[in-house]
């Protein structure tokens, strides 16, 4: 149990758009999700931690509209990149947690590539 | 400010040897820690974890090791396998601030055959 899903695995968009990244626990209902971003060869930088029918609480530093987060079920959870720019370019993780919030099972990422 | 912190970006281990992953930590409010197992273009998956109220946990090949005194946490794998190559990552919680995880930076290990 306790699988995490996230579409899409990988995207390329152009400078400007925006991109919908879509994590779900496909076997569990979440009471918190989680968004992280990793830079190549460096740590998860945890981005913000969304509670369902809540506002996210966005970290130090994160855009909260550039970075919107909904969580609109115990199981879905969505990132949306918007106006997307070549630095956004990084892989992006969601996790999930049940209970206590230390316990998160991780999706496999995602791959965002802006040209 | 880096609160956890592992300083050694790679190891590498000859199969059946023990590998030895360090992690410090500054922040002495955390009172859980864990270790990940990542490979690239994947998700971390859960290896084991230790409460702050304990020094030792073990399961199977892997134990951690707690040194509060030190801020200092350790994963050994014995024996190494060549499966168990990739890049480990430690990450502490503390549950007065919501028990977010907080990173390291990540160690790669390569175990050779």
Known sequence: ?115 | DQQVKQNSPSLSVQEGRISILNCDYTNSMFDYFLWYKKYPAEGPTFLISISSIKDKNEDGRFTVFLNKSAKHLSLHIVPSQPGDSAVYFCAASSSNQGGKLIFGQGTELSVKP
């Open chain 1, 1 to 115: 149990g306790a699988v995490v899903s996230q579409h899409p695995s990988r995207v390329i968009c152009k400078s400007g758009t925006s991109v919908k990244i879509e994590c779900r626990s496909l076997d569990f209902q979440a009471t918190t999700m989680f968004w992280y971003r990793q830079f190549p060869k460096k740590s998860l930088m945890l981005m913000a931690t969304s509670n369902e029918g809540s506002k996210a609480t966005y970290e130090q530093g994160v855009e909260k509209d550039k970075f919107l987060i909904n969580h609109a079920s115990l199981t879905l959870s969505t990132l949306t990149v918007t106006s997307a720019h070549p630095e956004d370019s990084s892989f992006y993780i969601c996790s999930a947690s049940r209970g206590q919030a230390y316990e998160q099972y991780f999706g496999p990422g995602t791959r965002l590539t802006v040209t």
